[in-house]
């Protein structure tokens, strides 16, 4: 079980912080497009499809990360003042009424849209490009199932908690 854990956060931890690179690449971008549309009055026209789609795929991406490193926002007005077993409980409540459930309805109703983009090979309406915009909904059942799995480790441990009084695997 700890090297399923381990697995998991590692693979979390390495696509997180390699998709969290993608903000480089956004931020020259929008440099190069701001710089050529009011600097030289030359906008592009593949700005606005390239930067949505780098900031739509980081986000997605870094998702499991985020779980993972504990960085999401938790109000914890009365969680803090719970003890150890009380707190690795709720979370463990929560896990299986909200996450997992959300996962498998987003999994469910995503996959077959990604499916269907593929089959129309579509190609983005926004700007003036047009790219494809295919591989980019692919992101969408990736990220998904990857925060299912760091969903599924988290679940474990704060299991862990609320049963043996530790996080299991510590």
């Not at 459930?101 to 003036?128: C, D, N, Q, R």
């Not at 199932?145 to 474990?156: S, V």
């Amino acid at each position: 079980m700890r090297l399923f854990l381990k697995f998991i956060d590692k693979t979390s931890e390495t696509v997180g912080k390699l998709f969290a690179w993608l903000i480089v690449f956004l931020v020259v971008g929008l440099m190069y497009e701001v710089i050529a549309r009011y600097v030289f009055n030359a906008p592009t026209i593949w700005a606005y499809d390239l930067t949505y789609m780098i900031y739509g795929a980081h986000f997605m991406m870094g998702a499991a990360y985020l779980l993972y490193a504990r960085g999401y926002v938790r109000i914890d007005v009365f969680y803090r003042f719970l003890p150890p077993r009380w707190q690795g409980g709720l979370d463990a409540f929560l896990f299986l009424v909200l996450l997992f459930p959300v996962m498998a309805v987003l999994l469910y109703k995503g996959i077959p849209y990604v499916a269907f983009s593929w089959s129309l090979h579509e190609t983005s309406t926004a700007g003036a490009w047009s790219p494809p915009i295919y591989p980019l909904k692919t992101v969408l059942p990736v990220a998904l199932i990857l925060l299912t799995l760091q969903g599924i480790a988290e679940f474990i441990r704060s299991l862990g908690l609320a049963i043996r009084g530790k996080e299991y695997g510590v």
